[in-house]
């Protein structure tokens, strides 16, 4: 069985295609789903790509986790369904109250892109599974509103319960609580994060490694995590 | 046509770094009275007709589930203006 994963568009998304061909390139068949509309087409899991949904328009996800198709992202997580948010897709399921905190302007006030170092906290959810504990992967970061915050009980409890999935390493871009660059929900089966894995999936295109130029393909594994979680499933 | 505004600061705890941008250029400016900015927005719902209770009151709640987030923003402010 060939895992069949959405990418929701909504308008602004910019790395949408970006998603799709990672999921592709991961081994799965990426399915296009549209924000306006309330069917998932019987996806197995789900991806908000980044970009600046609505225009970023009041805040950073704000409207887009209010849009239709986000009804049944949110009734599909709650029964387990793997959803990935990347960059403005992470923004989206805070709004949407899927994963707890927030994100505000980055403190330097500036956009930032950069090849960024994250240490793996939490190997054990739907899209980390690839991954182990410790490990250090480089993927691209690009962002205006990055940093993460949440009231200090709520930051000692996802601290507490191992929710803190990936944390910044040598420099913290954007002024995030803890170093967190991403999280995730007690389940494990919702993520959200601030760099991009699914532009670090082909030889080629992503970050640079000692080895060669833009050989850096450490996003692959969030997408064959989810494959294999999927199949695993199945199985 | 009477208007209901909604004010929305971020919480007062937290870093706000646009205000702090601003601050920042007022002292290069020379403007030292001013020790620190906050900004926050100010929306504005138009209504038809006149502002009930019901109205009002879900002013507050849009004002609370979507004009802001109450994990980063505060809203400081609900009223009308006609």
Redesign the interface.
Known sequence: MTARIGVITFPGSLDDRDAQRAVRVAGAEPVALWHGSHDLEGVDAVILPGGFSYGDYLRAGAIAAHAPIMAEVAAASAKGMPVLGICNGFQMLVEAHLLPGGLIRNAHQQFIRRDQKLRVENASTAWTNAFTVGEEIVIPLKNADGGYIADDETLRRIEGEGLVAFRYLGVNPNGSLNDIAGITNEHGNVLGLMPHPEHAVEPGFGPATPAAMRSGIDGLRFFQSAVSALVGQAA | MPTIVVDVM?KAE??D??G??VTGSLARLGHGAFQNVRIGKRIELTVEGEVTDEVLAEAKTIADE??S?G???DVVNIGVVE
Do not use: G, S, Y
């Open positions: 971020p937290l870093l770094p646009q702090k941008a979507i004009l987030n994990v980063i923003e």
